[in-house]
């Protein structure tokens, strides 16, 4: 499947802390991109990372992609309390964008 | 600028009802896509269109119908509800131009029951 597939499914950590969350799919992508949900709302976008791209940068996000292991990954640096929320990557063949199951990150206070 | 709206909420149907889900983007954007969330699932692909008059299935189809008349919208349709369709449902639309969808913006959700 092309679907991504997120590690870990849930993730608690302290304030200030990092925290990073990985993704490994199947098959050859376009793009590859990550996504933020807060509880009860829609998804918002956070990043997307092309194919012939190694690592992106925005804010306190990097992302980094290996096609060979057909992975990424997001950390996230100095994390806060407003982290909190469920994040998802999605795979692009095309037209065709599929999300994994996410990880849910609490940070506390 | 509203971004993408979707109505209802909100809707509780009984086993073989039908109903329709609408989606409106003013953004100009090409690309517009359906996705059920279920617990602990994700989101599984639906539909999704490149442009309009053009429509494709997505991962979970069946039991949905799309059509895409204008770039605006994007309904979907249930024909006869089912239990196993009650779900959280986003649209979501992205500016396409390179054949590969960008990135999406998403609708506030539709929260379906059926009985």
């Known amino acids: 499947s092309q679907q991504g597939e997120e590690d870990p499914q849930a993730l608690s950590i302290q304030e200030g802390e990092n925290a990073t969350m990985n993704c490994s799919y199947k098959t050859s992508i376009n793009n590859l991109q990550w996504y933020r949900q807060n509880s009860g709302r829609g998804l918002v976008h956070l990043i997307l990372i092309r194919s012939n791209e190694r690592e992106k940068h925005s804010g306190r996000l990097r992302v980094t992609l290996d096609t060979s292991k057909k992975s990424s990954s997001l950390l996230i640096t100095a994390s806060r309390a407003a982290d909190t929320a469920s994040y998802f990557c999605a795979t692009v063949v095309g037209g065709d964008m599929r999300f994994g199951a996410g990880t849910r990150l609490t940070v506390k206070p | 600028n509203a971004g993408v709206t979707q109505t209802p909420k909100f809707q509780v149907l009984k086993t073989g009802q039908s109903m329709t889900l609408q989606c409106a983007q003013d953004m100009n954007h090409e690309y517009m896509s359906w996705y059920r969330q279920d617990p602990g699932m994700g989101l599984r692909l639906i539909h999704y269109?490149?442009?309009?008059?053009?429509?494709d299935q997505g991962e979970v189809p069946n039991g949905y119908n799309v059509s895409r008349s204008t770039t605006e919208d994007f309904p979907l349709r249930l024909l006869s509800a089912a239990p196993s369709q009650t779900s959280v449902y986003f649209c979501?639309?992205?500016?396409?131009?390179?054949?590969?969808?960008?990135?999406?913006?998403f609708g506030e959700g539709s929260r379906l029951t059926v009985l």
């Open positions: 979501a639309s992205s500016y396409s131009k390179t054949g590969a969808v960008g990135e999406l913006f």
């Open positions: 269109s490149v442009g309009a008059g053009i429509t």
